[in-house]
């Protein structure tokens, strides 16, 4: 009861340290964003069964010259069934950014997924009991070479269901950005959440993208190891299938994509 209440109140709180910092003038590195999306998919799997979506996210960095870093990203998402319409997720972001080394950066933190909107007549997926924190760790190389590592004991609010990812991207800074990823997603209580009967699968993806001035264009070409259909325990349905993702977005000063992972 404790941790769900904490997942509740903290991001409260971020948001209000976030849109305070301006404000008040505090001394940190921010940034903003806007994007049109084709498809918004979350580790291969995609939260709008293949229908557009936007994102908007907020950040704040180096705070007072500390490495601590806050980010606010808001994704039009598709609700659970079928029948059911749009509604938001919302994820928030704490963490420390550190640089041991000139080439060597490691980041470490938590976010918080929430979501709303949904049918508070149907128990099993109001937006409250669906939230839930994940820790989060990446170490980069050069900026170019990333391995994330997601651990979460309660995904999607199924009561303790473990969950962890290992993801790695490589990016290669031709004439335009050149980014190979994929991942690996397993559950430690198959009985509580799994994908397409299974308890674990594997994503990959090729994404090509241009800055121009403030203005940012991506193609991305993605699959997973799931069937075209995935059906996820606790009526969580996506779409596993290879498909192709195109990105509009408008980047604010400082904004950083790569803040968190």
């Not at 079928?82 to 041991?100: C, H, I, M, R």
């Not at 128990?123 to 669906?130: A, D, L, V, Y």
């Not at 989060?136 to 590592?149: A, E, G, I, R, W």
């Not at 994404?207 to 699959?223: C, H, P, V, Y």
Request: glycine letters at 6%; charged letters at 20%; one cysteine or more.
């Amino acid at each position: 009861m404790l941790g769900r209440s904490l997942s509740t109140f903290i991001p409260k709180v971020l948001l209000s340290v976030l849109c305070s910092i301006n404000s008040l003038q505090i001394a940190a590195a921010t940034g903003a964003a806007v994007h049109a999306l084709s498809d918004y998919s979350f580790r291969g799997i995609s939260q709008t069964k293949g229908s557009p979506s936007y994102h908007i996210g907020v950040q704040a960095s180096d705070i007072y010259q500390l490495p601590v870093f806050i980010q606010v990203d808001a994704y039009k998402v598709h609700r659970i069934t079928d029948e059911d319409k749009s509604t938001f997720q919302v994820n928030y972001a704490l963490g420390l950014s550190l640089n041991p080394t000139d080439n060597i950066a490691a980041r470490i933190g938590q976010k918080w997924y929430t979501y709303h909107g949904h049918n508070k007549d149907d128990e099993h997926i109001r937006s409250k009991e669906r939230n839930y924190p994940e820790w989060f760790f990446q170490l980069s190389y050069q900026q170019d070479t990333q391995v994330s590592v997601f651990y979460t004991d309660d995904a999607l609010g199924t009561t303790n269901a473990r969950n962890i990812a290992i993801e790695i991207r490589q990016m290669f800074p031709f004439w335009v950005m050149t980014e190979f990823y994929g991942g690996r997603v397993a559950s430690f209580d198959d009985d509580k959440l799994k994908w397409d009967n299974d308890e674990r699968y594997q994503y990959f993806g090729l994404r090509l993208s241009k800055q121009m001035d403030a203005w940012n264009f991506s193609l991305a070409a993605e699959g997973t190891s799931l069937n075209a259909r995935t059906d996820v325990s606790r009526n969580l349905k996506g779409r596993g299938e290879r498909k192709l993702i195109a990105t509009l977005g408008y980047h604010w000063p400082t904004y950083n994509r790569s803040l968190t992972p």
